[in-house]
């Protein structure tokens, strides 16, 4: 059985998604305040942290940012904040998907249920993907530039994989997002574009003038084959 950590101050609501999701065959431990959330992270490693932007003590955010290098699990930010750069500056810190409030609960179940696909799914071939100096070992999900081991998010790993699976031909926002995300595009979420960025980050490339993954104007995203 899947562990939840629910990290809400809102009674009421905490208690309805906790009898929900335990409905649903889910433990759920709920936290109220934000300062005890990275020690409950750190001591129960939950299969998934539910995570309140308005927390007292310590918000969502400063949670997140402080949480994710030690917490391989996916991060749901629960919120009232619709505004896109809450939900950019979330997924920034480290955050995996972002569910507005007040959510349907079967929409909220849906989301977890997919990210927790994503988190322990087994890599879609058996073969290894390189490209010049950079290798993808698909059963271990590693990735080595020039030797280097660089350490992704689960996310960013299948978003790199993706593009390096067809190096060189330029891929839609809505092709990555919905083969990464599992859900349907809407034309307005820049969680592609937020991990594309991290992306170049990490492999060296150039944000202001990229030569590695390449930004196609109108038309989305392409890893360059002869750039490794």
């Not at 249920?113 to 993907?129: I, K, Q, S, T």
Request: one cysteine or more; aromatic letters at 6%.
């Amino acid at each position: 059985m899947s562990v939840v950590l629910l990290a809400e101050d809102d009674e009421r609501l905490a208690a309805l998604v906790k009898d929900y999701l335990e409905a649903n065959q889910f433990t759920v431990v709920v936290e109220s305040y934000g300062l005890n959330v990275p020690r409950q992270v750190q001591s129960l490693q939950p299969d998934i942290l539910i995570l309140d932007l308005n927390l007292p003590g310590k918000d969502g955010i400063a949670i997140c940012k402080e949480v994710r290098p030690l917490y391989e699990g996916p991060i749901l930010m629960l919120t009232a904040r619709d505004g896109d750069a809450d939900q950019i500056l979330g997924f920034d810190v480290g955050a995996d998907d972002y569910v507005v409030k007040p959510a349907e609960p079967r929409v909220l179940l849906a989301r977890i249920h997919a990210l927790l696909r994503r988190a322990n799914r087994e890599p879609v071939e058996n073969g290894d993907v390189q490209v010049g100096g950079l290798q993808i070992r698909a059963a271990s999900r590693e990735v080595v530039l020039d030797e280097i081991p660089v350490a992704l998010s689960s996310h960013e790993y299948d978003l790199l994989l993706t593009l390096a699976r067809q190096a060189g031909k330029v891929l839609s926002r809505e092709y990555l997002f919905t083969t990464i995300c599992n859900r349907p595009y809407d034309g307005l979420d820049r969680t592609v574009d937020v991990r594309v960025s991290h992306l170049r980050k990490k492999l060296g490339d150039n944000s202001d003038n990229p030569t590695r993954i390449k930004t196609i104007w109108g038309r989305g995203y392409m890893l360059v084959a002869d750039a490794w």
